[in-house]
């Protein structure tokens, strides 16, 4: 049996506002089972950020109970259990790319970082652009560089915010890609955050449907496409089954017709 590596039951969390409450997360349980790739889906303000950030111990919930490798979400957050992906790259753009990748484990006063850096920007496929600077890369490549930053400490959780929302549709193809290899390779557990159908349903194992307004969980499908998955498994009947199924989901916790 694989471990379980996020285990949510009834949570809640809760904003005090000047205007009053905002239910962010309501009756939120999720079990996520180590080596899954889990996104969470659905239009902005359903709370999805605030999931993560919970998990992450950005946020503090407000009810129900949250375990992140059977630890509570601060004792996970100060064992360095998960790697977070924000959605803009927030790089140093005084620091060169290997540095930038380094900068956790400077912190850290970790010696001998360079093996660690260097493996993981292999991972992320920038081998050969370690002296660059940030602003000489594309967009794509800068979230890469932030990838192996994630990837630091080598958590076995990866937390990543739409990472990809704000690339064209050719580049988040050839990352998606790269993603899937990269899980493939690591084994890493991946919580990933997108509004885009096609996106959550090529990468996932398991997709989480949520509704804004109380932010509610509405639906969580398994995805039972092989892992190994080329682009052009998008027009195969069972990736389309899978995207309907997605799109009635939202569609039932009306969440684009407000
Ligand atoms: P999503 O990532 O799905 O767009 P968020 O988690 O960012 O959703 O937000 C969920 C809800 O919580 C929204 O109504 C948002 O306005 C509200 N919210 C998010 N962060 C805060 C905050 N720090 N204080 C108050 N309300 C917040
Ligand atoms: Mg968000």
Not at 5 to 17: E, F, K, M, P, R
Not at 67 to 84: C, D, F, K
């Amino acid at each position: 049996m694989a471990e379980t590596v996020i285990a949510a039951h009834d949570v809640g969390l809760t904003y005090q506002t000047d205007d009053g409450p905002v239910f962010a997360l309501t009756n939120i349980s999720l079990d996520v089972a180590e080596g899954e790739f889990v996104s969470l889906i659905g239009p902005s303000g359903c709370g999805k950020t605030t999931l993560l950030r919970a998990i992450a111990d950005l946020e503090k919930t407000t009810q129900g109970s949250l375990h992140v490798n059977g630890m509570t979400a601060q004792e996970a957050r100060l064992a360095r259990a998960y790697g977070y992906v924000f959605q803009a790259p927030a790089l140093f753009a005084w620091r060169n790319v290997e540095r930038n990748v380094a900068l956790p484990l400077e912190i850290m006063g970790v010696e001998d970082a360079g093996g660690r850096v260097a493996r993981n920007l292999e991972l992320v496929n920038l081998k050969g652009f370690e002296k660059k600077f940030p602003w000489q890369l594309s967009g794509g490549m800068q979230q890469r560089v932030s990838i192996a930053r994630a990837l630091a400490f080598d958590p076995k959780l990866l937390l990543m915010d739409e990472p990809f929302g704000a690339l064209d549709e050719i580049v988040r193809d050839k990352l998606n890609q790269q993603l899937l290899d990269l899980w493939a390779r690591t084994k890493k557990t991946i919580v990933f955050v997108t509004h885009s159908i096609p996106e959550a349903v090529f990468l996932s194992s398991k997709i989480v449907v949520m509704s804004p307004r109380p932010g509610r969980i509405i639906d969580v499908i398994d995805v039972g496409l092989p892992k190994d998955r080329k682009l052009d498994i998008r027009e195969t009947p069972e990736f389309l089954k899978i995207a309907h199924r997605v799109r009635e989901g939202l569609k039932a916790g009306h969440s684009y017709e407000d």
